[in-house]
């Protein structure tokens, strides 16, 4: 009797470890062939409970959230969109369920029992559970959870969040939808500008292919530079500064430092000098006078020995050590 009765318990146990299994498989299934009709599948109470229900041979990825306007939940509301994404990308990529894994979304209206069982006081709330039978099962039953304090996560972010959680399982991409809109838009603008590029070339292209300008820009690039324009920015030097005696220092000692006007000071003068250059150079062998031309260059060259004798008494305060000069600033 005892015999019969033990054999009658193994049975039993048995037939529900094999009940059990079918039970799980059959759930998959039934929620598998929900997501591919509309995925995320949603949930409630008692689906909640049966999907994510021990044992299962498959993945839940369960979205607790709150969309309806009454919570002014905005982060749920912005990761909507990326959450249905990837849900649709992923039950699209796997037809014959060879991932074992479900998208599944629970919004507080119709699910207030699980937000009161875990405890949940915010939303959204992203879950994995993961498999507690089966070739993949781990042995951590609790689920894992998704961290949204960087703000609301992009499809590709978690996809390779759930990913990374299913190792040798297949992971569909995901593919978002074409935005006609925007290469309409690109498009559009393309031909917009072609069109005025080609309308409005006889006038821009004189002076796109004007020497003298690309010279005038080259010239004020240099200027710019080699006065310390770069220098500036990077140290965010002082304008001007006390000199101790209750004036102002244009010009800072030593070569670390400078000031905001002491850099204007130096192109000012680079600048004159470059022009009287320029003139000596090009505008004055063109006067056709030759008394004109004579008063031209003692001119020209008389401003250039004036700036560049005031350029070396600046470089001087630079430098107090420098042994050259030029009258009249000595």
Same mark, same amino acid.
């Given at each position: 009797?005892?015999?019969?009765?033990?054999?009658?318990?193994?049975?039993?146990?048995?037939?529900?470890?094999?009940?059990?299994?079918?039970? @799980?498989?059959?759930?998959?299934?039934?929620?598998? $062939?929900?997501?591919?009709?509309?995925?995320?599948?949603?949930?409630?109470?008692?689906?909640? !409970? #049966?999907?994510?229900?021990?044992? =299962?041979?498959?993945?839940?990825? *369960?979205?607790?959230?709150?969309?309806?306007?009454?919570? !002014?939940?905005?982060?749920?509301?912005?990761?909507?969109?990326?959450?249905?994404?990837?849900?649709?990308?992923?039950?699209?990529?796997? !037809?014959?369920?060879? #991932?074992?894994?479900?998208?599944?979304?629970?919004?507080?209206?119709?699910?207030?029992? $699980?937000?009161?069982?875990?405890? +949940? /006081?915010?939303?959204?709330?992203?879950?994995?559970?993961?498999?507690?039978?089966?070739?993949?099962?781990?042995? *951590?039953?609790?689920?894992?959870?998704?961290?949204?304090?960087?703000?609301? &996560?992009?499809?590709? /972010?978690?996809?390779?969040?759930?990913?990374?959680?299913?190792?040798?399982?297949?992971?569909?991409?995901?593919?978002? &939808?074409?935005?006609?809109?925007?290469?309409?838009?690109?498009?559009?603008?393309?031909?917009?500008?072609?069109?005025?590029?080609?309308?409005?070339? &006889?006038?821009?292209?004189?002076?796109?292919?004007?020497?003298?300008?690309?010279?005038?820009?080259? +010239?004020?690039?240099?200027?710019?530079?080699?006065?310390?324009?770069?220098?500036?920015?990077?140290?965010?030097?002082?304008?001007?500064?006390?000199?101790?005696? %209750?004036?102002?220092?244009? $010009?800072?000692? %030593?070569?670390?430092?400078?000031? %905001?006007?002491?850099? /204007?000071?130096?192109?000012?003068?680079?600048?004159?000098? #470059?022009?009287?250059?320029?003139?000596?150079?090009?505008?004055?062998? =063109?006067?056709?006078? #030759? !008394?004109? /031309?004579? *008063? @031209?260059?003692? @001119?020209?060259? %008389?401003? +250039?020995?004036?700036?560049?004798?005031?350029?070396?008494? *600046?470089?001087?305060?630079?430098?107090?050590?420098?042994?050259?000069?030029?009258?009249?600033?000595?």
């Amino acid at each position: 009797m005892r015999l019969f009765s033990s054999l009658f318990s193994l049975l039993l146990l048995t037939a529900g470890a094999a009940a059990s299994k079918k039970s @799980a498989t059959d759930r998959f299934d039934e929620y598998h $062939v929900k997501a591919q009709s509309a995925s995320p599948v949603k949930l409630k109470d008692a689906s909640y !409970k #049966s999907l994510t229900g021990a044992p =299962r041979d498959y993945s839940v990825a *369960v979205l607790l959230t709150a969309l309806d306007s009454r919570f !002014k939940c905005q982060l749920c509301t912005e990761f909507q969109p990326e959450w249905d994404l990837i849900s649709k990308s992923w039950a699209k990529g796997d !037809k014959s369920g060879d #991932s074992r894994m479900i998208f599944s979304t629970l919004d507080f209206s119709d699910g207030r029992d $699980v937000f009161l069982s875990l405890g +949940l /006081q915010t939303a959204p709330v992203l879950l994995l559970f993961q498999p507690t039978a089966g070739p993949n099962a781990v042995a *951590v039953q609790e689920p894992l959870r998704f961290d949204f304090t960087s703000g609301p &996560p992009t499809a590709e /972010q978690i996809h390779a969040w759930v990913s990374r959680h299913l190792p040798g399982r297949p992971h569909p991409p995901v593919k978002r &939808p074409i935005n006609w809109m925007r290469w309409l838009s690109t498009v559009t603008i393309v031909l917009g500008l072609g069109t005025v590029l080609v309308t409005a070339s &006889p006038y821009i292209l004189p002076i796109v292919q004007n020497r003298n300008i690309w010279a005038s820009i080259s +010239l004020i690039s240099i200027l710019l530079f080699t006065s310390g324009h770069m220098f500036n920015h990077i140290r965010k030097v002082p304008y001007v500064a006390g000199d101790g005696r %209750g004036g102002v220092s244009y $010009v800072a000692p %030593g070569f670390q430092s400078q000031f %905001g006007l002491e850099t /204007q000071i130096v192109a000012a003068l680079y600048g004159i000098l #470059s022009f009287c250059a320029i003139s000596l150079a090009v505008k004055v062998p =063109r006067i056709a006078d #030759s !008394k004109t /031309q004579q *008063v @031209a260059v003692i @001119a020209w060259g %008389g401003v +250039l020995f004036l700036v560049y004798s005031f350029l070396l008494s *600046v470089f001087r305060i630079k430098n107090g050590g420098y042994p050259f000069s030029l009258p009249p600033f000595m």
